[in-house]
């Protein structure tokens, strides 16, 4: 069984990680601020180690989950010093596909192997194995890494090379946070033109305009469930800016995603950055900016 290493056993990687382990997986994890996932997955059998060089020394296959590019280019750093020949990185993070290109072909002249796995999912399905992910890297590496993302992921798509799996998550999550700041809008439009937000509610759920996301999101604006939809909204501005990137790398318009991402910046920079502030919040600050009082 591969070996493997986990950096960033947080919302989405301790069930990760915990799935892997129930598959056989021998896992080495290392602790960063919050040190509950870290005592949970040693009490399962995961060895932690006592840091980054460490953990790459023990492991064949290492998985990041991190906020960001700048925290992956950071940790892959480390990982190509001490990680031995033939190992492969597993980035699951949102990131830059620019930034991984440019680690992926690091990582390769390092005599590595680079997979980019972005998730799709809750914290719940990570748990049982049942998220999605979208995978960029050669196929050779493709064949050896699949039957361990299958431990976490029921659906798994290679989208292509290196960098690849990396840009279909923006494009995901570019529908995702245009969902989030068109349904903040209406539900605005809705309170100030008097149709209200139930009402407006019980039209749309169940109707064509329906989804999943709409679901989760509705489960904080209508029910009052500040767990019913757990993404950040600094998560969702960050995205947005790594998705202009793509953008103006690509040479494509994007003004849509030039008015989303102002949605969240106008959140973000109004109070809400904190690490419990979701992207459901959203409504609270466009309705806020409306003078409307949620």
Not at 43 to 59: H, K, V
Not at 129 to 157: H, S
Not at 252 to 277: C, F, H, R, W
């Amino acid at each position: 069984m591969e070996k493997i290493g986990f950096v960033g056993v947080g919302l989405m990687g301790q069930g990760m990680a915990a799935s892997m382990m129930k598959a056989g997986h021998p896992m080495t994890v290392v602790a960063h601020r919050n040190r509950g996932p870290v005592e949970d997955l040693v009490a399962q059998g995961a060895t932690e180690a006592a840091d980054l060089a460490e953990l790459a020394r023990a492991s064949d296959i290492v998985h990041i989950c991190a906020p960001g590019s700048p925290q992956v280019e950071a940790i892959v750093a480390e990982l190509i010093a001490h990680m031995p020949e033939g190992g492969v990185i597993v980035d699951c993070s949102t990131a830059n596909p620019v930034s991984t290109e440019k680690l992926a072909a690091e990582a390769e002249a390092a005599g590595l192997h680079w997979c980019d796995a972005p998730l799709g999912g809750t914290p719940a399905q990570a748990a049982t194995g049942e998220l999605a992910a979208m995978v960029g890297a050669r196929e050779d590496v493709f064949a050896r890494v699949e039957p361990v993302i299958a431990t976490w992921a029921k659906a798994i798509v290679r989208i292509g090379g290196p960098g690849a799996g990396h840009k279909m998550k923006l494009l995901n999550n570019f529908l995702a946070m245009g969902y989030g700041a068109l349904y903040s809008e209406a539900l605005a439009l809705a309170e100030k033109s008097g149709v209200g937000t139930e009402m407006f509610d019980s039209v749309i759920r169940g109707s064509r305009m329906d989804c999943g996301f709409y679901q989760t999101f509705m489960g904080y604006a209508v029910e009052g469930n500040p767990e019913a939809h757990k993404f950040t909204l600094t998560n969702a501005l960050k995205d947005m800016r790594y998705l202009a990137a793509m953008a103006d790398g690509s040479a494509v318009a994007n003004p849509l995603q030039s008015a989303i991402k102002n949605s969240y910046a106008m959140a973000v920079n109004t109070g809400g950055d904190g690490p419990e502030d979701y992207v459901p919040h959203l409504v609270d600050f466009v309705a806020r900016s409306n003078g409307i009082d949620r």
